[in-house]
């Protein structure tokens, strides 16, 4: 199975501040890594598809760019409502495989 | 709007049975792969299952095979998971997703439904 290794697990970071959440693949996937918001007691979101691509009604300050097997997603002005739970999967390879989490909270 | 709503979980003891079923309205569901993705408490994401579109071909992670049997009724628009001989290592919240295979993959998820295998 491919490893997906997520980081940091936890992040406090102040409003309008720029956040960068890692993800490293255990090989190379190509680009078909996916990033997911997911709010407490909420269904998970799709943020970012195929690594790089914003899925359609998520705000602009979202973004992924990926170089080899490190991908990273970052949010350019941290906003309130982007406080969540933040994660990773790989769907190059079966079985799809998950980061461990990355939860963002206010400094 | 894409909406998947599950059902069915709750508490079973060790070596009991439990079936959940998730409900998907706003999409053609019988055009698209669907599965099961669960996370224990305090533990990562892991894939449990999928089923293609048709219903004719069913995969599974190893810790479940023989145990958990995934299918679906695209009459209904509705998935299920069987799960038989439950370990307290399942105990999770079950999570029912879209899988738009091969291209983006779990696009849509559920709110999930907590299963607790305990004596």
């Known amino acids: 199975d491919i490893q997906v290794t997520q980081s940091p697990s936890s992040l406090l970071a102040s409003l309008g501040e720029r956040v960068t959440i890692t993800c490293q693949t255990s090989?190379?996937?190509?680009?078909?890594l996916n990033w997911y918001q997911q709010k407490p007691g909420q269904a998970p979101m799709l943020l970012i598809y195929?690594?790089?691509s914003l899925q359609t009604g998520m705000p602009s300050r979202f973004s992924g760019q990926y170089s080899g097997r490190s991908f990273t997603l970052t949010i350019t002005s941290l906003e309130p409502e982007d406080i969540a739970n933040y994660f990773c999967?790989?769907?190059?390879?079966?079985?799809?495989?998950f980061g461990g989490g990355t939860k963002l909270e206010l400094k | 709007e894409v909406q998947l709503v599950e059902s069915g979980g709750g508490l079973v003891q060790p070596g009991r049975s439990l079936k959940l079923s998730c409900a998907a309205s706003?999409?053609?569901?019988?055009?698209?792969?669907m599965a099961w993705v669960r996370q224990a408490p305090t533990k990562g994401l892991e894939w449990v299952a999928s089923?293609?579109?048709?219903?004719?071909?069913?995969y599974y992670r190893d810790s479940v095979k023989g145990r958990f049997t995934i299918s679906r009724d695209n009459a209904k628009s509705t998935l299920y998971l069987q799960m038989d001989s439950l370990r307290s290592e399942d105990t999770a919240t079950y999570y029912c997703?879209?899988?738009?295979?091969?291209?983006?993959?779990?696009?849509?998820w559920g709110q999930g439904v907590m299963v607790t295998v305990s004596s």
């Open positions: 706003g999409f053609t569901f019988s055009n698209y792969y």
């Open positions: 195929y690594a790089t």
């Open positions: 089923i293609t579109n048709s219903g004719g071909s069913t």
């Open positions: 997703t879209r899988e738009d295979y091969p291209g983006i993959t779990l696009d849509y």
């Open positions: 090989q190379s996937i190509s680009n078909n």
């Open positions: 999967l790989q769907h190059y390879s079966a079985p799809w495989t």
